[in-house]
Nanobody, 120 residues
Framework: QVQLVESGGGLVQAGGSLRLSCVAS????????MGWYRQAPGKQRELVAA???????DYADSVKGRFTLSRDNAKNTVYLQMNSLEPEDTAVYYC??????????????WGPGTQVTVSS
């Protein structure tokens, strides 16, 4: 089992910055993907950014150049630095971890979510 706890959400004006953190407890194993999704009211949950334990990061087109995901594998922590925030970034942000074990299907874990509100 893996538990994810997010922090760092809040209210910020357009053009401002926020940094989200997500700490994973439990067994992630050596092969995993950690990242962030978001869900705005009335919309589907969408990928923001995700990175494997070793490899390159995928970003949604809408956040490229503004958001940066980083991982501290020793601390099982993933961060999302969000700069130049826009009102369209307002959403609940969810931390996600995918654990991959040999000969088993991948398992998804989700944090409870943290609200990010960007005022115009």
């Amino acid at each position: 089992q893996v538990q994810l706890v997010e922090s760092g959400g809040g209210l910020v004006q357009a053009g401002g910055s926020l940094r989200l953190s997500c700490v994973a407890s439990g067994t992630l194993g050596s092969m995993n993907v950690m990242g962030w999704y978001r869900q705005a009211p009335g919309k589907q949950r969408e990928l923001v950014a995700a990175a494997p334990s070793s490899g390159s990061t995928d970003y949604a087109d809408s956040v490229k150049g503004r958001f940066t995901l980083s991982r501290d594998n020793a601390k099982n922590t993933v961060y999302l630095q969000m700069n130049s925030l826009e009102p369209e970034d307002t959403a609940v942000y969810y931390c996600n971890a995918v654990v991959v074990a040999p000969h088993r299907p991948p398992v998804n874990y989700w944090g409870p979510g943290t609200q990010v509100t960007v005022s115009s």
